[in-house]
């Protein structure tokens, strides 16, 4: 991991083209200028309602593979977003970022919260890996994890 820097951006909008197949049938002009407003617009959101969000690169053998956005409060520890290129997924790396989070989650004694697209295949991983669902708001359903004991 490492954090995200100004030269990373082509890499962020290449990482969100990556979930958005249905942009692949588009001029490959207005797929890209869907691309960069979409990931503009994302971030800006999330820098707005998480502000001191942690933004970082995840690396696999010192290649970029995705990103990691984590928002800490007093309150919680909220995964903002969490996106691998599609050579990197279903290779347990979502899986073992997650338990990172969870095991930082245990040791402050806080829940893991996030929201997920309702039918992203995801969602099985977080049922998975013991998140709880909540309340559905628009398309997305919010999840939430609670450590049951303290980190020694």
Not at 53 to 80: H, N, P
């Amino acid at each position: 991991m490492r954090p995200v820097v100004a030269g990373d951006q082509a890499f962020l909008r290449e990482l969100v083209a990556s979930t958005r197949p249905d942009l692949s049938i588009l001029d490959r002009a207005i797929g890209e200028m869907l691309v960069r407003m979409q990931y503009d617009a994302q971030v800006s959101d999330y820098r707005r309602r998480f502000p001191g969000m942690e933004e970082s690169i995840v690396l696999v053998d010192g290649v970029t593979a995705g990103r990691l956005y984590v928002a800490r409060s007093r309150a919680e520890i909220r995964l903002v977003d969490i996106s691998l290129l599609p050579a990197y997924r279903g290779c347990s790396i979502g899986g073992q970022l997650l338990a990172r989070l969870q095991d930082e989650s245990a040791g402050a004694g806080l829940p893991l919260r996030l929201h997920v697209l309702q039918g992203n295949p995801a969602e099985e991983l977080y049922r998975r890996l013991g998140f709880r669902p909540g309340e559905e708001e628009g398309m997305y359903l919010a999840m939430e994890w609670h450590p049951t004991l303290p980190k020694e």
